[in-house]
């Protein structure tokens, strides 16, 4: 058997093989029979651990059990939104191509919006037909690679897993972006590449101090509009006031620690009971 299709990939990489890694975050939509008919439920993960429910194009962040399972939902919900890519049926690029620099754009910008994002390998991106890789294909997503192309271009790095599933009888691999930790990610350097004439010119896909972002239109763009940055800096004061909080509560008393981070009155609760209801069926 392939190395890359063990359940779990050797050192420094996470990446897995229908299996389940319960810190990644993963983005696919969810349809229940007590909804009406093409309802979508996403569920994300409050800094408390509960499960609430937020609009459909939210992205999700809920553990899965089976990876195949994952993966059939991505395939399932197959649209491309904000929150998710399709890529075709393509190979991690080795060299310094556009199309590599156009991965690790879309990668800074999943981790620079809410929740992060997800970039899907063996799905058209037109008509988001299944079309699956080779096994040359799928050996080709090292994290590692990954990493070091991105360690180039990106600061912070952006934290990220990468999955590989086999769904009947295809290969898929996802790439699952989470978002920033602590302060957005800022590309560090150009990345030009030649384009033949007449005239030959160099392109620049990649650009030193840009920040990308994800737009409604599941574009991955550099931060150009006010309301872009505004997004984004409302998003990183959020971010660190939810890391404040969590260094104030470790610093009281558990007592006093449970009513900062459980309150007696949970304005999302109808929510969580409907949630764990649709879960359990």
Known sequence: MAEWQTRRSQKPMR??????DSRSRHHAGLTTGRRPAGRQLRFVQDRVGRLIQLPKDRGVNRPLEDLEEYFRT???NARETK???NKGAMSWPAAKTEG???LLADIMAFSNIRDGGTLVFGVQNSTHAALGLTPAQVASFDKSDVFEALKTYASPVPDFEVDRCQVDGKWFVAIVIRQFGSIPTVCLRDAQVAVAGPPARQKVVLRAGAVYVRTEGAQSVQINSEQSMRELIELATRVRGEDLLRQIADLLPESLRVSVRS????PYQEEIEAAKRDLSR
Request: aromatic share 16%; with cysteine; proline share 5%.
């Open 100 to 102: 590599r620099f156009s």
């Open 263 to 266: 309150p007696a009155v949970n």
């Open 15 to 20: 990446a897995t093989s229908c299996g389940f």
């Open 74 to 76: 991505l395939l399932a």
């Open 83 to 85: 929150f998710r890519d």
